[in-house]
T-cell receptor, first 115, second 114 residues
């Protein structure tokens, strides 16, 4: 029943490793996002895909690469993890087509800890 | 460029008291403004949004916010706090009513005591 689901919920890994976070939405939405929330709870947008096309790519290190295999999925791959990548990563989705815009639906977050 | 400033990183109220969470915005274009709530270990949930249709916006859980252009403010209020209102609240601004590329404030933690 979960509308926007992220896996894993917790991810602990060492510096230098490569990891992926997966996101799936079953709401039929056409737009998906990745947001990063740092230790001070500050939220910042990273990427957005609309119908599998990248439409927002904020200033994010190119170690971060989003991939959208279809409209229901937006995965985030991170290469060469650094201590500063430790944060909670939120996936979100919405429907934006044909002049109707739904609210953003957020997943419950993935807490990434880099040691 | 757009930004929002939330005044007060932590607000404490007693159950039944008025809740007032402050948000001021800066925008070179007419803003679309949002309030989100985040409960522990959960994602964000939309409380309400201002899209220029009405300056007083009513949201879920008894919250409302008033857009005041002259004060560049969009403060969130609730007449009577419940224990279940304890959470993190975020004000956000966007260039469109869809909430594309939301720019968030730093959040305000609301504590409610009995």
């Amino acid at each position: 029943d979960t509308a926007v689901s992220q896996t894993p919920k917790y991810l602990v890994t060492q510096m230098g490793n490569d990891k992926s976070i997966k996101c799936e939405q079953n709401l039929g939405h056409d737009t998906m996002y990745w947001y990063k929330q740092d230790s001070k709870k500050f939220l910042k947008i990273m990427f957005s895909y609309n119908n599998k096309e990248l439409i927002i790519n904020e200033t994010v290190p190119n170690r971060f690469s989003p991939k959208s295999p279809d409209k229901a999925h937006l995965n985030l791959h991170i290469n060469s993890l650094e201590l500063g990548d430790s944060a909670v990563y939120f996936c979100a989705s919405q429907y934006r087509d044909k002049g109707y815009n739904s609210p953003l639906h957020f997943g419950n977050g993935t807490r990434l800890t880099v040691t | 460029a757009q930004s929002v400033t939330q005044l007060g990183s932590h607000v404490s109220v007693s159950e039944g008291a008025l809740v007032l969470l402050r948000c001021n915005y800066s925008s070179s274009v007419p803003p679309y403004l949002f309030w989100y709530v985040q409960y522990p270990n959960q994602g964000l949930q939309l409380l309400l949004k201002y899209t220029s249709a009405a300056t007083l916006v009513k949201g879920i859980n008894g919250f409302e916010a008033e857009f005041k252009k002259s004060e560049t403010s969009f403060h969130l209020t609730k007449p009577s706090a419940h224990m279940s209102d304890a959470a993190e609240y975020f004000c956000a601004v966007s260039v469109d009513q869809a909430g594309t590329a939301l720019i968030f404030g730093k959040g305000t933690t609301l504590s409610v005591s009995s």
